[in-house]
């Protein structure tokens, strides 16, 4: 047993503020025992103490993940050696260093937004290869034209159920994620823009149809994670016009938005490209069953990953340096786009700015998510700074003076005052995570939980303060120590098995064979993938 | 299936603590190899890592010119269930999409996807004796082009996509009929397909395919299926580019990984003679390095090889996928696939003895 004694627990899930103790036995927070005698007590008086946190959205594993390793090979250099312990910890973007600076910075699950179903395996694999968190995967459909061709000849709830419930088990998924709902197929077709009323020739199906059903799907099979949507338009002047409509199209029912700063622009000014956070972060208030993820912009070189292939092909001409990648996949596949993101550019700086606008401007914190849409915003090291952001006006000042001050007059952020409290980001990035992923036991500290534990020092300085946490453990072993990883551990993928009718497999078969000449469980990822370790823990879906 | 130090036959054990010895002896060592599946590069690269040591796993492989033209220019390209479901015009180009297993299924199919009501291919094949038992039942125009002038066809096909005057006799084999009726295929396709296998061309032709999809691209839809026709190197270079950050060629002698096409070439590097001691490992053949390797030597190869010079220790391995189960690149599905073995044989993988290794390694660094 372990006691943490006597720091101040931060856990919103059980309400709880104050100063106190955990004890911590198997992997779990546990009562406090009749005697405290003989337990191994780590003293954090004066230390600030929450679970472990969970970013719902971070590209760090699959085929796009890799072909943007590629990509850049002879851009990036390790920075120094890695420790003995820790093979390959200090290699740029491989799975091993993501896992290392996730766990230094207090962060235990994470979940990787875009699988492509038939890409599972090696999605998978990397992600087993991702060492010290949880991770978890999101399966895109909607593109795929067994999904289309259901929605448009069968029409029959039924049947959507089961295919929908039959890719999620094979590529062991904990939810499924839209992405430019039928664009991808529509570009197939050649179109190249494509709005939520279009609609994908071949089928005679919209955008909106495809959203729409996939959310009822998803909610008649007990998914805990609402449909996650990556709207049409992204990155388009006016496109929080499409964000807007596609929260009235979810009639009610959860809905997710992704990265909704890559939305937040509006068509005003000389250069037709202003801030439209505030009429987002209305609409927020008024539809209660959406949540967001904010996918803030920072300054710097980063690749664009993304699967929505129509927009990353359109904007191919602002690669930086002049390279890319389009993979005209099954269903989605993607794009690979170099991006440099520069404070002395208008577009960028007010996209920086409109991100922070949406994080400040959403009152509540349960349904503002904390991401960079890693890397497509930004890479996910630069969340302390992000938080010193959200948690210190003054700082934002100094950022804005540096700022071009043509964008800088675009947006309302110079006049925000508020200042994120601790309570109000171990909300954001632990508690309301867990609830969303449907993870009960985790993102909180009480009886029961997985002793998913981060530690740290309050500074003034918050991105000192959130760059190295002074300890974290994992399911109750320590996995960093004054800001440093120990040797590797290995957490789990969790994902769900939802039910379906056995009939299905039959008709899969039959379509497989006959469209494709492969049998249908082909990309089905097996139950073990490594053969050192159990990677799979199995979550439940809602009754 | 056996292990030798030498010429001798010894139980494995001692021959993978022999080689560890001989590893640990190294300056710079060298691992080297035709290709691994996922577990076995999983161990190849923590060996390197521990020894600091110099990693080539897709010697020979067309996979190289892939990576170079991404690297230097990106890529378009599609998987073979899109060709096969979606594709009205296919060019193929190259001898060696014949050994494709994917083009097969391609071939068997029909584009039924946004086809309209002609569900019917345009299929063409640029390529040296283009005659194969395999593709002879398909329907295509073929036309015999000499690869050897490969840059000089693209640029000739280039010209006719836009329209320019070209001689009559043509270039590389091709008429100038030949090309125009190859260009205006390509144009008026809904979702034109360029196949090649990229061993049969080099980085600078893959750049002008990319280059023609491209400018295609304005108008129309074109894409490339480039077909992997070298499981496992390109299983090694996944694994490597999610372990490393980085896909092979790499280095691990400052203490981390670095990638670099010509530095880490493992046969420069003996040439050079920068490195002392060779790993070498060819997992799916009986294949000995082609290059010439005056340095301890240790093997792990399928029964059978002949070596020019003895290995200083030689272990014969099993079959990943046949012996035991693997994981690796699907020629055939162009994605990674989980396989059952078929013969359930007890020899070891070449993972496994790997994994011996490391351990082996890891307790001698210690």
């Not at chain 1, 409290?421 to 954001?428: G, K, R």
């Not at chain 2, 291919?121 to 005659?131: C, E, I, K, Q, T």
């Not at chain 2, 496992?232 to 999610?242: D, E, L, P, Q, Y």
Request: with cysteine; proline share 6%; aromatic share 8%.
């Amino acid at each position: 047993m372990i006691r943490l004694k006597g720091g101040h627990i931060i856990d919103p899930a059980n309400g709880r503020n104050e100063t106190g103790d955990l004890f911590v036995e198997g992997g779990r927070i546990v009562e406090p025992p009749a005697s405290v005698d003989d337990v191994e007590t780590y003293d954090l008086t004066g230390k600030i103490v929450m679970a472990g946190a969970i970013d719902i959205h971070s590209h760090i594993a699959g085929g796009n993940v890799s072909l943007a390793r590629v990509l850049m090979a002879d851009a990036r250099k390790a920075s120094e050696p890695h420790p003995g312990h820790l093979p390959f910890s200090t290699s740029p973007w491989s799975t091993y260093e993501n896992g290392r600076l996730y766990a230094q910075m207090g962060f235990t699950t994470v979940v990787e937004p875009a699988l492509i179903p038939q890409d599972a395996l090696n999605a998978h694999l990397q992600l087993a290869d991702t060492p010290f968190i949880d991770r978890a995967a999101l399966a895109v459909l909607g593109n795929d034209d067994l999904l289309l061709r259901i929605l448009s000849q069968e029409k029959n709830d039924d049947l959507l159920d089961d295919y929908v419930a039959w890719s999620v088990a094979q590529a062991k998924c904990l939810g499924v994620k839209v992405i430019n709902a039928g664009g991808a197929a529509a570009f197939k077709e050649n179109v190249r823009t494509f709005g939520l009323d279009d609609v994908v020739p071949s089928y005679g199906l919209s955008s909106r149809a495809i959203v729409q059903a996939l959310l009822a799907s998803v909610n008649r099979l007990g998914i805990p994670h609402p449909l996650h949507v990556h709207c049409n338009n992204l990155g388009i002047a006016g496109s929080f016009v499409t964000a807007i409509e596609t929260m009235e199209a979810a009639s009610g029912l959860p809905l997710h938005l992704a990265h909704l700063q890559f939305y937040g622009y509006g068509t005003e000014g000389k250069r037709k490209f202003s801030s439209a956070s505030a009429f987002l972060a209305e609409a927020i208030a008024f539809h209660k069953n959406v949540t967001v993820d904010v996918g803030q912009v920072m300054f710097g070189q980063t690749v664009t990953v993304s699967a929505d292939v129509l927009r990353q092909y359109e904007s191919r001409a602002s690669a930086s340096p002049k390279k890319w990648i389009i993979w005209d996949g099954d269903g989605n596949g993607g794009g690979v786009l170099p991006y440099n993101y520069q404070p002395t550019s208008y577009y960028n700086a007010l996209q920086w700015a409109i991100g922070l606008e949406l994080f400040l401007l959403i009152d509540d914190p349960w349904r503002v998510f904390f991401t960079t849409d890693h890397p497509n915003g930004a890479p996910f090291t630069t969340y302390p700074q992000i938080l010193q952001l959200l948690m210190d006006a003054n700082e934002r000042g100094r950022w804005i003076e540096r700022l071009p001050k043509t964008a800088m007059q675009m947006s309302i952020l110079p006049q925000l005052k508020r200042e994120y409290s601790l309570y109000e980001v171990a909300i954001m990035t632990r508690a309301s995570p867990a609830r969303l992923l449907g993870l009960t036991d985790r993102g909180q500290l009480g009886i029961g939980a997985a002793a998913d534990i981060a530690v740290y020092t309050e500074e003034k300085d918050k991105a000192a303060m959130f760059a190295a946490a002074d300890y974290v453990f994992k399911d109750g072993e320590l996995i960093v120590e004054h800001g440093k990883a120990k040797p590797y551990r290995w957490g789990r993928t969790h994902h769900l098995r939802p039910a379906h009718d056995a009939q299905i497999e039959t008709w899969l078969r039959r379509y497989y064979d006959s469209e494709y000449g492969i049998p249908a469980d082909s990309f089905a990822v097996p139950d073990r993938i490594g053969v050192e370790k159990s990677v799979f823990q199995e979550q439940s879906c809602r009754t | 299936m056996a292990a030798f130090i030498g010429k001798k036959e010894v139980p494995v054990e001692a021959a993978v603590i022999r080689a560890s010895e001989l590893l640990a002896a190294c300056r710079m060592p060298l691992l080297a190899g035709l290709g691994a599946d996922v577990d076995g590069m999983r161990a190849v690269l923590r060996i390197a890592a521990q020894l600091g040591a110099n990693v080539d796993f897709c010697r020979d492989s067309g996979s190289t010119q892939l990576l170079r033209t991404v690297i230097d220019r990106g890529l378009i390209f599609t998987t073979p269930r899109e060709t096969r479901a979606r594709a009205d015009v296919l060019l193929m180009i190259g001898p060696s999409v014949a050994r494709s297993e994917a083009i097969i299924d391609v071939l068997e199919g029909q584009p039924v996807l946004s086809a309209g009501d002609s569900a019917r291919r345009d299929v063409l094949w640029l390529s040296p004796a283009a005659n194969s038992d395999e593709l002879a039942r398909f329907d295509m125009l073929v036309a015999e082009a000499e690869l050897s002038g490969i840059h000089g066809i693209l640029a000739m096909l280039s010209a006719a996509m836009r329209s320019r005057p070209l001689e009559a006799t043509g270039f590389g084999g091709l008429y100038r009929q030949d090309y125009e009726e190859v260009a205006g295929r390509l144009i008026t396709a809904r979702f034109g397909v360029i196949a090649f296998a990229p061993e049969d061309l080099d980085a600078l032709a893959i750049e002008a395919l990319v280059a023609f999809a491209d400018k295609l691209g304005t108008s129309t839809r074109v894409t490339l299926l480039p077909l992997i026709t070298d499981p496992g190197g390109h299983t090694a270079a996944m694994v490597s580019t999610w372990t490393t950050g980085f896909p092979p060629r790499l280095g691990f002698g400052r203490g981390y990984p670095e990638f670099d096409l010509w530095r880490f070439d493992a046969e420069r590097l003996t040439r050079s003679g920068e490195c002392d001691g060779l790993l070498w490992l060819s997992p799916f053949a009986a294949t000995a390095p082609a290059f010439k390797a005056d340095m301890p030597t240790i093997a792990l190869t399928q029964p059978g090889t002949t070596f020019t010079r003895t290995p200083d220790v030689l272990i014969e391995t099993g079959l990943p996928g046949a012996d035991a189960p693997t994981v690796m690149f699907s020629s055939r599905h162009q994605a990674l696939m989980s396989t059952a073995a078929a013969t359930g044989a007890p020899y070891p993988t070449p993972a496994a003895i790997l994994s011996m290794l490391l351990q082996q390694t890891e307790t001698q660094a210690a």
